[in-house]
T-cell receptor
Framework: GQNIDQPTEMTATEGAIVQINCTYQ??????LFWYQQHAGEAPTFLSY??LDGLEEKGRFSSFLSRSKGYSYLLLKELQMKDSASYLC??????????WGAGTKLIIKP | IAGITQAPTSQILAAGRRMTLRCTQD?????MYWYRQDLGLGLRLIHY???????GKGEVPDGYSVSRANTDDFPLTLASAVPSQTSVYFC??????????????FGPGTRLTVL
């Protein structure tokens, strides 16, 4: 079966750095997406990785290792508004997105 | 309209009733999707449409139907609602699908409760 694993919940301090991991086992791989979802709102796109390595976009970076079936989202200089769920999703061999259950990130002052 | 709109925002429905969730996008995206999101589970694809006039089944299609008469609209119908269909429903769209799959953009969601 297809499986995306992320930690259920993480806590971090304002101003700090946090890394959210995602491991996947899917039928094929055509890219990995990270989305942010604030409580009661729609998911919004953060990043896309299809090649191995690090993609940096402001305070957010995303890393991919296809051989290890592994990705992480790195958030720097955490702000209270970063409190949200972070969803990892893999585009499988049928070009359909398989979603993880999401990681709820709690930021404390 | 800017982006994707969904209606209604929320709904309480008696089991056995028919219900249509509406989704409209103004981005001229070719592909549209319906997902459900349940606590502790990832988003699950119900149905999708790669282009107007075509539809396909996702991971959890039973009990749902869709149509794609034009580019902008993609309604989701529950023919006879059951309590297990209580969920938050998200509509999404992307400019392209398949090998050239683009980022998916999501509507605000419909919170549906079936009693």
């Amino acid at each position: 079966g297809q499986n995306i694993d992320q930690p259920t919940e993480m806590t971090a301090t304002e101003g700090a750095i946090v890394q959210i991991n995602c491991t996947y086992q899917t039928s094929g791989f055509n890219g990995l997406f990270w989305y942010q979802q604030h409580a009661g709102e729609a998911p919004t796109f953060l990043s896309y990785n299809v090649l191995d390595g690090l993609e940096e976009k402001g305070r957010f970076s995303s890393f991919l290792s296809r051989s290890k079936g592994y990705s992480y989202l790195l958030l720097k200089e955490l702000q209270m508004k970063d409190s949200a769920s972070y969803l990892c999703a893999v585009l499988d061999s049928n070009y359909q997105l398989i979603w993880g259950a999401g990681t709820k990130l709690i930021i404390k002052p | 309209i800017a982006g994707i709109t969904q209606a209604p925002t929320s709904q309480i429905l008696a089991a056995g009733r028919r219900m249509t969730l509406r989704c409209t996008q103004d981005m001229r995206h070719n592909a549209m999707y319906w997902y459900r999101q349940d606590l502790g589970l990832g988003l699950r694809l119900i149905h999708y449409s790669n282009t107007a006039g075509t539809t396909g089944k996702g991971e959890v299609p039973d009990g749902y139907s869709v149509s794609r008469a034009n580019t902008d609209d993609f309604p989701l119908t529950l023919a006879s609602a059951v309590p297990s269909q209580t969920s938050v429903y998200f509509c999404a769209s992307s400019r392209t699908s398949g090998e050239n799959t683009d980022t998916q953009y999501f509507g605000p969601g419909t919170r549906l409760t079936v009693l």
